[in-house]
């Protein structure tokens, strides 16, 4: 995991949004590699190993995802470097590509397919929720079938920041008090956080 990314991570646990502090025991560059991450308020641990932050709990299966690289960053409105942007599900399997499209922008993978792990240019974070700090994110895309279930809407419209985008690849648009919609098409939404989120 980025270093750099702990200072936009939170706790997972249901109290006011907290920091983690970071206990580093392997490092490779600017790559935690083993560690553990603690909260202050309510005093969890979460173990870092081989780069992957694991908030337990079992997140769904990821169905496969037809969103191109190219479209995805379209989509999501990336333009320039810098800042994180989050990729849930299946859509992060084509991470590489999507690097070499933007570059300078780093990507985080939450729950990604088998096979995608840590590497320079990608976190991995495993869990139940986004445990991101709200208003921090460039941009969030929900694969199937995050993108169909209200609680990992509403976690990619509190951690996008304000104006941004969230895009979603799946069966049903968002709840409109949620996300509102800028696009729908071919099974994919784009939108932006309601008003009453920003």
Same mark, same amino acid.
């Given at each position: 995991?980025?270093?750099?990314?702990?200072?936009?991570?939170?706790?997972?646990?249901?109290?006011?949004?907290?920091?983690?502090?970071?206990?580093?025991?392997?490092?490779?560059?600017?790559?935690?590699?083993?560690?553990?991450?603690?909260?202050?308020?309510? $005093?969890?641990?979460?173990?870092?190993?081989?780069?992957?932050?694991?908030?337990?709990?079992?997140?769904?299966?990821?169905?496969?995802?037809?969103?191109?690289?190219?479209?995805?960053?379209?989509?999501?409105?990336?333009?320039?470097?810098?800042?994180?942007?989050?990729?849930?599900?299946?859509?992060?399997?084509?991470?590489?590509?999507?690097?070499?499209?933007?570059?300078?922008?780093?990507?985080?993978?939450?729950?990604?397919?088998?096979?995608?792990?840590?590497?320079? $240019?990608?976190?991995?974070?495993? $869990?139940?929720?986004?445990?991101?700090?709200?208003?921090?994110?460039?941009?969030?895309?929900?694969?199937?079938?995050?993108?169909?279930?209200?609680?990992?809407?509403?976690?990619?419209?509190?951690?996008?920041?304000?104006?941004?985008?969230?895009?979603?690849?799946?069966?049903?648009?968002?709840?409109?008090?949620?996300?509102?919609?800028?696009?729908?098409?071919?099974?994919?939404?784009?939108?932006?956080?309601?008003?009453?989120?920003?």
């Amino acid at each position: 995991m980025f270093i750099e990314l702990t200072d936009h991570l939170r706790c997972p646990a249901s109290h006011e949004e907290s920091f983690l502090v970071l206990l580093p025991d392997r490092m490779e560059g600017r790559s935690v590699r083993t560690g553990h991450l603690g909260c202050p308020v309510c $005093g969890r641990a979460f173990e870092l190993a081989d780069g992957v932050l694991d908030l337990g709990g079992r997140p769904p299966g990821a169905a496969p995802s037809a969103l191109e690289p190219d479209a995805l960053a379209a989509l999501a409105g990336l333009s320039g470097p810098g800042g994180y942007f989050v990729l849930v599900g299946a859509p992060a399997a084509r991470w590489r590509e999507l690097s070499e499209l933007q570059p300078g922008v780093s990507l985080v993978a939450v729950n990604p397919v088998s096979g995608v792990g840590d590497e320079p $240019g990608l976190s991995v974070i495993r $869990g139940e929720m986004l445990p991101l700090k709200s208003k921090t994110m460039r941009g969030v895309v929900l694969g199937r079938p995050y993108s169909d279930d209200r609680h990992w809407v509403e976690e990619a419209a509190r951690v996008v920041l304000p104006g941004l985008r969230v895009v979603g690849e799946g069966a049903a648009e968002p709840d409109p008090a949620v996300v509102e919609l800028m696009a729908s098409a071919g099974g994919v939404w784009v939108g932006s956080p309601h008003r009453s989120l920003r």
